[in-house]
């Protein structure tokens, strides 16, 4: 059985949880406060050393970061969620960098700021945000998803935090092929949304 270790306010477990439900793949929901730091526990620190949520077990495999469970599930459950062709899935996973790298360091990082109150040069992460936003804006301009001409594990992996753009104190406005592509998950069968999700 697949477990999930996670943090109902987190946008990374957010991917995680949209995936098992679209993948409609059966699974366990394990909370960690980490407002509690429970994730900096001895125990959790033995699935994940860098104390952070998500993590998902899948049997005797132990999986830590949100992009690297969303290859997973794509590869193992996900059929054509993952295409397997090196161009194709090479450019499915220039997105899972945009993730990790971009979104995490302008939206995720200002709706940390102003959720728990981390410390922040905000006006810095809120331009990386419309940076990023603006030429999002432009490559959807042609295209329905990110890669392909169908869903892919990127969609999912770069939805949570635009998504929750409004806890970041980022307006969408000017980004109506972005507002666009996000309405387009959400129809996705098994779509499920968490607070503050525009
Ligand atoms: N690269 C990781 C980042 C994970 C991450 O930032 N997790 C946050 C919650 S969204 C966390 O556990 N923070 C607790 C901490 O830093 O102690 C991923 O994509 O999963």
Redesign the pocket.
């Known amino acids: 059985m697949i477990k999930l270790y996670d ?1 109902w306010l ?4 957010h991917k995680v949880r949209l995936m098992l439900s679209i993948l409609k793949l059966e699974h366990e929901l394990i909370p960690i406060n ?1 407002k509690e730091l429970e ?2 526990s001895l125990d959790f620190l033995q699935l994940n050393p860098f ?4 993590v998902l077990t899948d049997g005797t495999e132990i999986l ?4 690297a469970i969303l290859f997973y599930l794509g590869m193992k459950y996900g059929g054509d969620w993952l295409p397997r062709e090196a161009v194709a899935m090479s450019k499915v996973v220039q997105w899972l960098s945009t993730s ?1 790298q971009d979104i ?1 360091n302008s939206l ?1 990082a200002a709706r940390v700021h102003f959720l728990l109150g981390r410390d922040l040069n905000i006006g810095l992460a809120q331009q990386r945000a419309h940076n990023l936003l603006k030429t999002m804006d432009k490559h959807l301009e042609t295209r329905h998803w990110l890669e392909g001409d169908r869903p892919t594990i990127a969609d999912i992996a770069c939805f949570p935090y635009i998504a929750l753009a409004g806890d970041a104190k980022v307006s969408l406005d000017d980004y109506l092929n972005v507002v666009t592509w996000l309405e387009r998950v959400k129809q996705i069968e098994g779509f499920v949304s968490m607070q503050g999700m525009l």
């Open positions: 943090y987190s946008g990374n477990c980490i994730q900096k104390g952070m949520v998500p830590r970061d949100s992009q990790a995490q995720a």
